[in-house]
């Protein structure tokens, strides 16, 4: 049961990770992005430095759920598949989400 659970916490921890990119880079470019604290939440911008602030709050969410559950092995296929797979589905449905606000939904 234990594996199973390092796994989800994995899994968190690739999501977290993945949400932590788009926060700091837009921050640190100095550009407005959606987050939780904007009007409608995750719809309006958020300044550019609650972006960053938000992002590191990502990252470290992303550093605990890693690092400090179970013994995370970088060289083991199931850890590493389910950081992967949290990262990846996250990054879809943020692609779609906020691809309407941003022109990245193009119809083909």
Not at 17 to 27: D, E, I, Q, R, Y
Not at 59 to 78: K, N
Request: aromatic share 12%.
């Amino acid at each position: 049961m234990i594996d199973w659970l390092h796994d989800l916490a994995y899994f968190f921890g690739g999501a977290f990770l993945a949400n932590a990119v788009p926060h700091v880079v837009s921050g640190m470019m100095g550009r407005a992005f959606q987050t939780p604290f904007a009007h409608p939440p995750g719809e309006g911008l958020s300044s550019s430095t609650v972006n960053v602030c938000w992002g590191f709050a990502n990252l470290l969410a992303a550093y605990l759920l890693i690092v400090h559950v179970g013994q995370f092995d970088g060289h083991a296929a199931e850890p590493v598949t389910a950081l992967g797979l949290g990262a990846f589905l996250l990054s879809l449905l943020t692609a779609k989400r906020f691809g309407r606000f941003h022109g990245g939904n193009l119809s083909s």
